[in-house]
């Protein structure tokens, strides 16, 4: 059963910088997508980022949101995302979520294969 783990979720205060990271036990091939989704209580689960990796490296991909405070990147392995959170506001306080599909970037949760159980980041003062 393919497995996404993920982990460095926390309590930060506004301004803060949190790292996640997530790795996955699915099968590796020429192209893959790994990306984070969050959720907030009461509101619908949204792109946060994503990385489309094949063997040339990984292409990022940001929510309008974040772009400029979070960074994603992928390991050598190819099988591990990272997502560094900097300048950390309370509207960021949700339940990160990792994911994975083969092939292109998607912005929309459905069409994502595997998820990860969640991790909780909270931005507060």
């Known amino acids: 059963q393919v497995q996404l783990v993920e982990s460095g979720g926390g309590s930060v205060r506004p301004g803060d910088s949190l790292r996640l990271s997530c790795a996955t036990s699915?099968?590796?091939?020429?192209?893959?997508?790994m990306g984070w989704f969050r959720q907030a209580p009461g509101k619908e689960r949204e792109f946060v980022a994503a990385?489309?990796?094949?063997?040339?490296?990984?292409?990022?991909y940001y929510a309008d949101s974040v772009q400029g405070r979070f960074t994603i990147s992928s390991g050598n392995a190819r099988n591990t995302v990272y997502l560094q959170m900097n300048s950390l506001k309370p509207e960021d306080t949700a339940v990160y979520y990792c994911a994975f599909k083969y092939r292109g970037v998607s912005y929309y949760p459905a069409d994502y294969t595997y998820w990860g159980q969640g991790t909780q980041v909270t931005v507060s003062s």
């Open positions: 699915a099968r590796i091939e020429n192209s893959h997508t």
């Open positions: 990385t489309h990796i094949s063997w040339s490296g990984g292409t990022p």
